[in-house]
C-alpha cells in the first residue's frame, strides 16, 4: 500500500490560460502562428494540423448582401443614369407629331428629318440594348414612350388599304439614266396592264429604244428633256412645264372614257447632304414651287401629278404641291412604299398624287435596272 498525495482526478479543469498570451510561431515553418498557450514543438518537429488555429467562422450573410440585392444597386445607385438618352429618347417619340418645330434655317434640318421620319422607330434596338447592358433605367423610359408613339403616329400606314378594281392604272418610274436595259424596263412597265405609263431620267440615247419596246397600244406619248408620257388614250395640249433651266417636266390631257384627266410628269431637282452645307434642296424647293403653281393654274377637273419629286409627302417645302391634291401610297397603299434606293428603300419619293379622281389601290412594283422602283396606282370616276 502506498502512501502519500493522491493524484489530481482525470476531469479536473486544466488551469486557464491568460487571454493576452502571445501566439507562437514556429521557427522555419510557414503559416499562421500557433494557438495562443499551445506550445511551441522543438526545431524540426512535424507541424499537426490540430495546433492550427481555425479561421473565423462565417456567420449568416447580412441582409440585403445577396446576389439578387447587389443586381438592385446596380439599377437604383444612379437614379439619373442615362438621363440623356432617356432624353434623346423622348425627342425621337415627339418627332412625329412635332417635326414641324424642327427648324429648316440651318442646313434645312427640319426637311432632313422629314425625308426620314417613319425611322424614328430605328432608335428603339440600340437604346434597348444600352438601358440593359449599362442598368440605366431611364434609357429604357425613352424606350417604352417610342414604343406607344411610334404606332400611334404610322400605325394606320401599315393597314392594308387596297381595293380591288379601278378604271385607270397609272405607272411612275424613275428608269435611270444608266439604266442598261431600257427595253426590259419599258416591257415590264406594260406588263402591269396600265393605261398610262409616265417615265423620268430617261436618257437620250435609250428614248427610241424604250418606245419601241412598248406595245403598240400606247401609241400616245410625248417626251420632254428626260420626262415622257406613253398613253392607250389620244392625247392633246402635251407642253413643257417651265420649273428649271432645262426640261423637267410636262403637262398633256388624255381622252379616257370618263372624260379628260390632265397629266403632270415631273422630276424635280435632286437633293444633297453635305456636312458643310446641311440638306442641300434650293433648286428642289424652287422647282416645287413652280410646278405647284402650275397645277394650281389648271382649270377644275382631274388631275394627275406623277414622278420623282425627290422629296417625301411629309417634307414641308413640298407643302405647296401637295396642297388640294390627294396621295394614292396615303389612301389606298399598303405599308410605307418606300421607293428609294431601290436596294434597300428608305423613303418614298416617287409619287403618285390626284384630285378628282379616287385611289383604289397604290403600291410598289419590282426593281428594274433603275435605282428607283416603280410606283402604281389605279382610280375610278
Known amino acids: 500500500m502506498t502512501t502519500g498525495t493522491p493524484p489530481p482526478p482525470t476531469d479536473a479543469p486544466a488551469p486557464a490560460l491568460p487571454t493576452d498570451a502571445p501566439a507562437a510561431s514556429v521557427p522555419g515553418v510557414p ?52 438621363v440623356w438618352l432617356a432624353v434623346a429618347g423622348a425627342l425621337c417619340a415627339a418627332l412625329p ?9 440651318v442646313g434645312n434640318l427640319g426637311s432632313l428629318v ?44 401599315l393597314v ?21 436595259d431600257p427595253a426590259g424596263t419599258a416591257r415590264r412597265l406594260a406588263d402591269t ?7 423620268q431620267e430617261l436618257a ?50 388624255l381622252a379616257t372614257p370618263k372624260g379628260p384627266v390632265t397629266v403632270f410628269v415631273a422630276h424635280l431637282a435632286s437633293v444633297r447632304v453635305s456636312p458643310v452645307h446641311g440638306f442641300t434642296t434650293g433648286r428642289r424647293d424652287d422647282a416645287a414651287r413652280l410646278l405647284a403653281r402650275a397645277v394650281t393654274a389648271e382649270r377644275p377637273g382631274r388631275v394627275l401629278v406623277v414622278g420623282d419629286l425627290n422629296g417625301t409627302a411629309d417634307d414641308r417645302a413640298l407643302s405647296p404641291l401637295l396642297r ?13 412604299g418606300f421607293s428609294w434606293p431601290a436596294a434597300f428603300p428608305l423613303a418614298r419619293i416617287d409619287h403618285v398624287l390626284a384630285r378628282g379622281i379616287r ?22 370616276f
Open 31 to 82: 503559416g499562421p502562428p500557433l494557438a495562443p498557450g499551445v506550445p511551441a514543438p522543438a526545431p524540426g518537429a512535424p507541424v499537426s494540423p490540430a495546433t492550427r488555429p481555425l479561421p473565423p467562422a462565417e456567420g449568416p450573410v447580412p441582409p440585403g448582401e445577396g446576389s439578387g440585392a447587389r443586381g438592385a444597386r446596380r439599377w437604383s445607385a444612379r437614379p439619373w443614369k442615362g
Open 97 to 105: 407629331f412635332a417635326h414641324a418645330l424642327v427648324p429648316n434655317s
Open 114 to 157: 422629314e425625308t426620314f421620319l417613319p425611322w424614328t422607330v430605328a432608335v428603339l434596338l440600340p437604346l434597348t440594348l444600352f438601358g440593359v447592358l449599362r442598368r440605366a433605367p431611364l434609357v429604357l423610359v425613352g424606350v417604352l414612350l417610342v414604343a406607344v408613339a411610334w404606332p400611334v403616329r404610322f400605325g394606320g400606314v
Open 160 to 180: 392594308d388599304k387596297r381595293a380591288a378594281g379601278g378604271e385607270l392604272i397609272v405607272v411612275s418610274h424613275n428608269v435611270g439614266e444608266d439604266n442598261r
Open 193 to 199: 396592264g396600265a393605261q398610262v405609263i409616265a417615265v
Open 204 to 253: 437620250e440615247e435609250a428614248r427610241e429604244t424604250f418606245h419601241r419596246a412598248l406595245p403598240a397600244r400606247y401609241r400616245h406619248h410625248t417626251v420632254h428633256g428626260g420626262v415622257g408620257l406613253w398613253s392607250t388614250y389620244g392625247m392633246t395640249g402635251a407642253e413643257p412645264v417651265e420649273i428649271m433651266p432645262w426640261p423637267r417636266a410636262l403637262r398633256a390631257t
Open 324 to 336: 388640294g391634291l390627294t396621295s394614292a401610297q396615303d389612301v389606298a397603299g399598303d405599308g410605307f
Open 359 to 380: 385611289p383604289v389601290s397604290a403600291g410598289t412594283l419590282p426593281g428594274t435596272g433603275s435605282d428607283h422602283l416603280p410606283v402604281t396606282a389605279s382610280f375610278t
